[in-house]
């Protein structure tokens, strides 16, 4: 069993998992003991998604949950595709989540010298060997996984040999390429990472961290367990793909004999309606089919934390699409879900008019100045304000019909309505242009105090005091469920064009003080936040999601 809930009283509610049971069982028989190290390690070639945010919580989470530690780590083994751009990014999208890594923050790069080291252990034992086979021969050479490959014929070079090799392979002796340092390990192996796998390549490029002094760089496979092992990581949680390679991070452990750091792997998520991998955000980025990487559309962290997702639902979604070992599709609809539940209970309600109609009231002399009104039915402690109310109002176009049709119970001549916290509304008539277009209505108010029978309740605000501010309503970035579900199709294709409509709404006063990242519930409407492109008195909302799943779908 896992301990009880420590560090987070807001902490999602637990259920087991096979990576709680052997942590659990870790525990229990001392294997590392009783210690709990885990890490988060993204490759900075990027910004960080939901997918991502599964793991964050996860490794964090272990950790948190077992009183141990666990570490941000940089896998900056690549120099081509990374950028000290996205460390920073990343660091602030984790500390967003709500996680800290305290003084545990590292870059792989930082072990460039004791993977050489490490290497040329290996040389010396006769377990790496330079190679100088051209790319194409090396995957001729590695064959089929049901015929053992060939052995090349570098391959019995002495470990003398080797050594210098390598070491002028550092020293910057050779082109890109020229050469590979590949680990001796089996040319018949099922498993075709085994057969003789590249450590070390070539590579004349700077490193955003490391600088220019390297010109040769590990490969994943051969960095990843030296990182885990150096730091002392328990549990080396990834993702289900690494399954195969794991019995190369196991033979590197034992070969290059450092701590038993041990790889654990889970299933990604995916999510319907939306496209995951780094590379395809970065294409729909770069070719201007969204607003940047903070999109609210897209799926990364800070598009969601724009878009205004509290990351308490980010992090209660993810505790609830569970971890496991096999592949599966999470419908978005359980994500928008946890947004709806945490934004019931923390946002502020606050009343917006998006296509608006005006009422003018028939008896002014009754109307109350302000109506008082509590911020949030769901939190007692959110207080309450002051609405402004007044002779002229705006309501939503879609709240009146001239000529109701069936089942229509809200305003329509000679109804009435509730009018949200204020009392009540009766229609008394209508005005029209020359053209007979609707300009607005008429009506009389009759206070709380007097209650009249009603079906409905409508939201308004008070046209003398209400301003018009600028609102982005977002609609799913696909129109179909799985957009890179096949090879064969371009996932831009099924781009939704209606994704996102900019049009303004009519607020209450109280909205106007909104800034960057304040979040409401629109009453009837849907929740929103205030945008970045917000200014001192003039907000711009985005919508987060609507009240109901009332998405669009196809
Ligand atoms: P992508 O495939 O989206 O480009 P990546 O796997 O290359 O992502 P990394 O920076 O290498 O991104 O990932 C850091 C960590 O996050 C890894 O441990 C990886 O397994 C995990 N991760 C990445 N995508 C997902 C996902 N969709 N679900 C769960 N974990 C993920
Ligand atoms: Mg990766």
């Known amino acids: 069993m896992t301990r009880p809930a420590q560090a987070r009283s807001d902490a999602p509610a637990r259920t087991m998992h096979f990576i709680r049971e052997i942590i659990a069982e870790d525990n229990r028989t001392g294997t590392y003991d009783g210690r709990v190290v885990t890490r988060f390690p993204p490759e900075p070639n990027g910004y960080l998604h939901i997918g991502h945010a599964k793991a964050i919580c996860l490794d964090f989470g272990m950790a948190l949950e077992n009183d141990g530690v666990c570490h941000l780590r940089m896998d900056d083994t690549n120099p081509i595709k990374e950028d000290i751009e996205y460390s920073e990014s990343i660091k602030a999208?984790?500390?967003?989540?709500?996680?800290?890594?305290?003084?545990?923050?590292?870059?792989?790069s930082d072990y460039f010298e004791q993977m050489v080291d490490l290497a040329c252990g290996l040389i010396r034992e006769g377990k790496a060997y330079v190679c100088e086979l051209s790319p194409e021969q090396w995957k001729e050479y590695r064959g089929i996984p049901t015929e053992p490959g060939r052995e090349s014929p570098y391959r019995q070079r002495s470990p003398e040999d080797n050594l210098d090799l390598f070491q002028r392979m550092r020293a910057g002796e050779f082109p890109d390429g020229a050469k590979v340092l590949r680990a001796k390990i089996d040319m018949a192996s099922p498993n075709l990472h085994l057969r003789d796998p590249v450590i070390y390549r070539i590579l004349?490029?700077?490193?955003?961290?490391?600088?220019?002094?390297?010109?040769?760089?590990?490969?994943?496979?051969?960095?990843?367990?030296?990182?885990?092992?150096?730091?002392?990581?328990?549990?080396?949680?990834?993702?289900?793909?690494?399954?195969?390679?794991?019995?190369?991070?196991?033979?590197?452990?034992?070969?290059?004999?450092?701590?038993?750091?041990?790889?654990?792997?889970?299933?990604?998520?995916?999510?319907?309606?939306?496209?995951?991998?780094?590379?395809?955000?970065?294409?729909?980025?770069?070719?201007?089919?969204?607003?940047g990487w903070d999109d609210p559309r897209l799926p990364t962290l800070c598009g969601l934390r724009r878009r205004g997702v509290p990351p308490a639902a980010i992090r209660e979604f993810c505790e609830r699409v569970g971890i496991t070992k096999y592949d599966s599709l999470t419908d978005v609809a359980l994500l928008e879900h946890c947004i709806r539940d945490n934004l019931n209970r923390t946002a502020r309600r606050a009343m917006a008019v998006l296509n608006p109609l005006r009422v003018i009231i028939e008896n002014p002399e009754a109307l109350p100045a302000t109506i008082r009104?509590?911020?949030?039915?769901?939190?007692?402690?959110?207080?309450?304000?002051?609405?402004?109310?007044?002779?002229?109002?705006?309501?939503?176009?879609?709240?009146?019909?001239?000529?109701?049709?069936?089942?229509?119970?809200?305003?329509?001549?000679g109804k009435s309505?509730?009018?949200?916290?204020?009392?009540?509304?009766?229609?008394?008539?209508?005005?029209?242009?020359?053209?007979?277009?609707l300009t607005a209505i008429r009506g009389t108010f009759t206070p709380m105090s007097e209650p009249l029978k009603v079906k409905a309740t409508i939201h308004w605000v008070a046209a003398h005091t209400a301003k018009s501010v600028e609102v982005r309503l977002y609609d799913r970035l696909f129109n179909v469920p799985e957009p890179d579900g096949d090879r064969?199709?371009?996932?831009?294709?099924?781009?939704?064009?209606?994704?996102?409509?900019v049009t303004t709404a009519w607020?209450?006063?109280?909205?106007?003080?909104?800034?960057?990242?304040?979040?409401?519930?629109?009453?009837?409407?849907?929740?929103?936040?205030?945008?970045?492109?917000?200014?001192?008195?003039?907000?711009?909302?985005?919508?987060?999601?609507?009240?109901?799943?009332?998405?669009?779908?196809?």
């Open 93 to 108: 999208d984790v500390r967003w989540l709500g996680f800290d890594w305290g003084p545990h923050y590292y870059h792989a």
């Open 507 to 554: 607020v209450e006063p109280s909205l106007l003080t909104a800034t960057a990242g304040d979040r409401f519930q629109f009453e009837r409407i849907g929740y929103f936040a205030a945008d970045s492109d917000s200014q001192p008195g003039a907000p711009v909302f985005n919508r987060t999601v609507p009240l109901r799943d009332s998405w669009k779908r196809t």
């Open 373 to 413: 009104s509590r911020n949030n039915p769901e939190d007692p402690d959110a207080g309450e304000r002051d609405i402004p109310f007044g002779p002229e109002l705006v309501i939503e176009r879609d709240d009146f019909a001239e000529v109701p049709p069936p089942k229509f119970f809200r305003l329509s001549p």
């Open 488 to 501: 064969n199709v371009d996932f831009k294709t099924h781009l939704n064009p209606d994704s996102l409509t």
């Open 204 to 291: 004349h490029t700077p490193h955003p961290h490391a600088g220019d002094s390297w010109c040769i760089y590990p490969m994943y496979d051969f960095a990843h367990p030296i990182e885990d092992a150096i730091e002392k990581i328990t549990h080396s949680l990834c993702t289900l793909e690494f399954e195969v390679h794991r019995p190369l991070y196991d033979w590197v452990i034992r070969n290059c004999h450092l701590f038993p750091s041990r790889q654990i792997e889970f299933a990604r998520l995916e999510l319907t309606y939306t496209v995951m991998s780094k590379r395809k955000l970065l294409e729909l980025v770069q070719l201007k089919r969204v607003n």
């Open 417 to 437: 309505v509730r009018l949200r916290n204020a009392g009540f509304l009766t229609c008394t008539g209508v005005e029209k242009d020359a053209a007979g277009v």
